[in-house]
Nanobody
């Protein structure tokens, strides 16, 4: 079992910045292959924002490229998402995700979600 604890959400103005954190814990937390962030707004499916592997390979949604940066501290079993140049359409509940191994990509764990609201 993997437990994911998120923090950092809040209310920011358009053009502002925010940093989200997600700490993984549990028996296999130190060996998680990939971690990432997804987001969901009312009436829409949860969508990928960014992912990062233990080796540092990253993947971003086109809508956030150049604005968001995902990073990872393997020693702390923590993944971060730096959100810059925020837009109103970035408003969503952001969920942390962990995929223990690529051998079983369907096996994932989710955090509770943290609300990001971009509004003036």
């Amino acid at each position: 079992q993997v437990q994911l604890v998120e923090s950092g959400g809040g209310l920011v103005q358009p053009g502002g910045s925010l940093r989200l954190s997600c700490a993984a814990s549990g028996p296999i937390a130190a060996s998680i292959d990939a971690m990432g962030w997804y987001r969901q707004t009312p009436g829409k499916q949860r969508e990928l924002v960014a992912t990062i592997t233990s080796g540092g390979n990253t993947n971003y949604a086109d809508s956030v490229k150049g604005r968001f940066t995902i990073s990872r501290d393997n020693a702390k079993n923590t993944v971060y998402l730096q959100l810059n140049s925020l837009k109103a359409e970035d408003t969503a509940v952001y969920y942390c995700n962990a995929r223990p191994t690529a051998a079983t990509p369907m096996l994932t764990y989710w955090g509770q979600g943290t609300q990001v609201t971009v509004s003036s």
